[in-house]
């Protein structure tokens, strides 16, 4: 089946640090990958996507690239700040069934000191 | 406010009784899905509507869920008969139809059995 593995929290790290999550795939098919975020009290937000191969999703200084040699959709951000502290799911959808359901992973507890 | 809104936010009962919780998607989207969210877990995908027709079932929906979207519009899932192994966040998402476009989540509904 499809499944996503993310590496295990909590992480702390200190503001200006540079941020690693790692995320890897099982996917029948050709599968489109997802980063949420989920903010303390909010609701999950679409962090970054990208839909194929070596494709490289971005936003808010967090960047990933679909690696499909490595099965793997690793999150970076370059200097972190308080604000980016949060819990981030790694997700995939397969386009052709039809429905695009997201399978997530666990999530990964982010928490900046400053 | 345009975004997904569910109701109620929280919800406690009593094992054995009967819970609804209603979710209202983003006016013009006619996909909704229903995930189910425990603690340190991913969410995990309940039910898909495209419009009003429920298109697809998990394993995870056992025969005391049902959700349904009468019109096309709102959406509300039913549990019967609630067991603590329920408690859970319940999240609602809708999109619009075609390929990759984003599903928006609403802040779920926490529900807590006794």
């Known amino acids: 089946g499809n499944s996503v593995t993310q590496m295990e929290g909590p992480v702390t790290l200190s503001e200006e640090a540079f941020l690693t999550i790692n995320c890897t795939y099982t996917a029948t098919g050709y599968p489109s990958l997802f980063w949420y975020v989920q903010y303390p009290g909010e609701g999950l937000q679409l962090l970054l996507k990208a839909t194929k191969a070596d494709d490289k999703g971005s936003n808010k200084g967090f960047e990933a690239t679909y690696r499909k040699e490595t099965t793997s959709f690793h999150l970076e951000k370059g200097s972190v700040q308080v604000s980016d502290s949060a819990v981030y799911f790694c997700a995939l959808t397969l386009l052709n069934f039809g429905n695009e359901k997201l399978t997530f992973g666990t999530g990964t507890r982010l928490t900046i000191i400053p | 406010d345009t975004g997904v809104s569910q109701n109620p936010r929280h919800k406690i009962t009593k094992r054995g009784q009967n819970v609804t919780f209603r979710c209202d998607p983003i006016?013009?989207?006619?996909?909704l899905y229903w995930y189910r969210q425990t603690l340190g877990q991913g969410p995990e995908f309940l039910t898909y509507f495209q419009n009003e027709a429920q298109l697809e079932k998990s394993r995870l929906l056992s025969d005391r869920f049902s959700a349904e979207r009468p019109k096309g519009s709102f959406s509300t899932l039913e549990i019967q008969r609630t067991e603590q192994g329920d408690s859970a966040m319940y999240l609602c998402?809708?999109?619009?139809?075609?390929?990759?476009?984003?599903?928006?989540f609403g802040p779920g509904t926490r529900l807590t059995v006794l």
């Open positions: 006016s013009e989207h006619n996909r």
């Open positions: 998402a809708s999109r619009k139809r075609g390929p990759n476009n984003e599903q928006f």
